[in-house]
């Protein structure tokens, strides 16, 4: 088992935190942070049992390996860059934040001190003028690889070699540049349109020895060291023998059954996300696993069918979105008997409100240990096992 991170941490000030929204608990020190969701997590789920300590980082600043980041003109005319402000659509000018990766931020500050040169504007959804409208990075932790998104409201690029080969001068470090095409008036950062303008179009980092693909829409968890911690606890709970059959649902581009097959005899990966799948199998065929098969379906319908089939699993591995799970999926989940029930959640509330459904279908909680993914934020993780009575 994970033991728990020191958390003694000198406190870095940050000078947008009131405005900018993205941190919400930034201004405390990292101990009161993890104090505050220890509590959090008590007040809702004691009732289910102990709740243990929650797992800290050692260093909570500079961890997300995804950043992206929006373009505007301030009132004096000039290209500002950063977030929008909490419940607005202004823009929080930000060079350095101290929840996103250092490389990345140079990056952006980079670009946005080129438009200038390049005759580039930022893009306005009100008139449909501009042309640059967000900037994404990935970066991978282990391997050092990094990825630029330039999201345009316009598939015409002019002078983009020129503009790749002076962005590619001052940051050689970058592996990949994708262009993104999105011209609708929408909160969605990517739209449907991509071209590969430099590089292979994805970077690959690695997880627990497992090496991951990531294009510019792949779903991968933000924060690479306590993801780390995170899955090694989960896997640890469960404490599988080497014989087990197990699904992984909700399962995305395979990252945690990928982890789990070498513990497992099988995993049976699930997911509705047609792109998600395809991620997965190749992320299967990179590390050589043998061991993992992956569905393009509906969890709860995947389930229901395996039990008219009369088959079962010997455990379940659940990461639903912050909505938490549904009836139908737990229904559908206690129609095959598994023994054991790994939930990890992303959000307390929704997570008390499915284990009092799951108690109800014979699974009581045996162990429920927090993590803390998102250090300056409200928001915690919880792994819990269940196990059937």
Excluded: W
């Excluded at 004096?76 to 930000?94: D, E, L, R």
């Excluded at 929840?99 to 946005?112: F, G, K, L, P, T």
């Excluded at 990825?147 to 002078?159: A, R, T, Y």
């Excluded at 279908?361 to 928001?379: C, L, Q, S, W």
């Amino acid at each position: 088992m994970q033991k728990q991170m020191n958390t003694q941490v000198p406190k870095i000030d940050c000078p947008v935190v009131e405005v900018c929204g993205g941190c919400q608990i930034q201004q405390l020190s990292y101990q009161k942070q993890l104090e505050k969701k220890q509590n959090q997590v008590n007040k809702l789920l004691s009732k289910f049992g102990k709740v243990e300590p929650i797992l800290g980082m050692n260093n909570p600043y500079y961890y997300r390996n995804k950043i992206h980041t929006t373009f505007a003109m301030n009132r004096k005319g000039h290209v500002i860059s950063g977030k929008y402000q909490a419940g607005s659509h202004q823009v929080v000018p930000i060079d350095s934040c101290l929840i996103e990766d250092q490389r990345a931020d140079e990056i952006v500050v980079s670009i946005r001190k080129m438009l200038r040169s390049f005759k580039m504007r930022p893009y306005n959804e009100d008139n449909r003028t501009g042309l640059l409208r967000h900037v994404l990075v990935r970066t991978g932790f282990q391997s050092g690889q990094i990825m630029v998104v330039l999201v345009l409201g316009s598939p015409v690029f002019p002078s983009r070699k020129n503009f790749i080969k002076a962005l590619l001068e001052k940051h050689p470090e970058i592996t990949t540049v994708v262009m993104n095409v999105n011209n609708k008036k929408t909160s969605m950062v990517l739209g449907d349109r991509e071209q590969v303008l430099y590089g292979k179009g994805f970077i690959e980092d690695t997880l627990c020895g497992k090496v991951f693909r990531l294009s510019p829409k792949s779903f991968y968890q933000v924060n690479p060291v306590q993801t780390e911690v995170l899955y090694q606890t989960a896997l640890d709970l469960a404490n599988f023998k080497g014989n087990e059959t197990i699904i992984d649902a909700y399962c995305g581009i395979g990252t945690i059954g990928l982890i789990a097959s070498d513990r497992v005899k099988q995993v049976i990966g699930v997911e509705l996300n047609q792109a998600a799948v395809k991620d997965a199998i190749n992320n299967a065929k990179r590390n050589q696993v043998k061991n993992v098969y992956f569905h393009q379906a509906d969890a709860s319908d995947f389930m229901l069918e395996m039990s008219r089939k009369k088959q079962s699993v010997d455990a379940v591995l659940m990461d639903p979105p912050r909505s938490g799970s549904t009836e139908k999926f737990i229904h559908a989940l206690a129609s095959i008997k598994p023994n054991k029930v790994v939930y990890i959640s992303c959000n307390p509330v929704t997570l008390a409100r499915d284990l009092e459904s799951l108690a109800k279908k014979g699974y009581r909680a045996e162990k429920m240990i927090p993590v803390d993914m998102f250090p300056g934020t409200n928001h915690v993780e919880t792994v819990v096992l269940m196990s059937k009575l």
